[in-house]
């Protein structure tokens, strides 16, 4: 079985650009997670899908972040435009059935971002 | 609100000796808690999870943590150390009542395992 696949691994863009994140989960994982990791600090919470529908977008930092999961499968998480407190390491998540918490999640390698 | 707190950012032990990571809680509730492991260039992974089962909980790796609700903790142990065991951890509470299903995480351990 696949696991959760991130792309890209490392991203370097301009403070002001934009850029796209992309999370493809485990064939059959309702449950989408997206994570971040800024430098230093907690890896914190973003949002959750289920199948294509957002369940819980509370960790969202601003609107300059937009995550879709069109027909419920892979994810992208856009950032527009970016700022230098958007670097850090974002993790995506999966999960099947419930909420994940009895099964587990799966998490990718993630995607660490610069921006310079 | 929930937290959790690993006393401290990075530890070091050498080959063959006893690993400690520490992890405390704070819950209004009984949580779920979790152990994940990140390997240099990896992604995070699952070492083990307290689910309101046996408060002793063995996992991957040789790894093990004890829930110990009076204490509101949950640390990790391995009895002895090896090289592989050098990554990140992290401990993770979750919510048992809460739909989301969304981890909190703890800020991390680095552990180095010297030859």
């Known amino acids: 079985e696949a696991g959760v696949t991130q792309f890209p691994s490392h991203s370097v863009i301009e403070k002001g650009q934009t850029v796209t994140l992309r999370c493809d989960p485990i064939?059959?994982?309702?449950?989408l997670y997206w994570y971040r990791r800024v430098m230093g600090k907690e890896i914190k919470f973003l949002l959750h899908?289920?199948?294509?529908?957002?369940?819980?977008e509370s960790g969202m930092p601003n609107n300059r972040f937009l995550a879709e999961r069109t027909g419920g499968t892979y994810s992208t998480l856009k950032v527009q435009p970016a700022e230098l407190e958007d670097s850090g390491v974002y993790f995506c998540?999966?999960?099947?059935?419930?909420?994940?918490?009895?099964?587990?999640?799966?998490f990718g390698s993630g995607t660490r971002l610069t921006v310079v | 609100a929930q937290s959790v707190t690993q006393l401290g950012s990075h530890v070091s032990v050498s080959e063959g000796a006893l690993v400690l990571l520490r992890c405390n809680y704070s819950?209004?509730?009984?949580?779920?808690l979790f152990w994940y492991v990140q390997y240099p260039n990896q992604g995070l992974q699952l070492l083990l999870k307290?689910?309101?089962?046996?408060?002793l909980v063995k996992g991957i790796n040789g790894f093990e943590a004890e829930f110990k609700k009076s204490e509101t903790s949950f640390h990790l142990t391995k009895p002895s150390a090896h090289m592989s065991d050098a990554a990140e951890y992290f401990c993770?509470?979750?919510?048992?009542?809460?739909?989301?299903?969304?981890?909190?995480f703890g800020k991390g351990t680095k552990l180095s395992v010297k030859p």
């Open positions: 998540a999966s999960s099947q059935g419930g909420t994940g918490i009895n099964y587990g999640y799966t």
């Open positions: 064939s059959g994982h309702d449950n």
């Open positions: 899908f289920v199948k294509e529908s957002k369940q819980d």
């Open positions: 819950s209004s509730v009984p949580p779920y």
């Open positions: 307290y689910t309101s089962a046996a408060t």
């Open positions: 993770a509470v979750s919510d048992p009542r809460g739909s989301q299903g969304n981890l909190i």
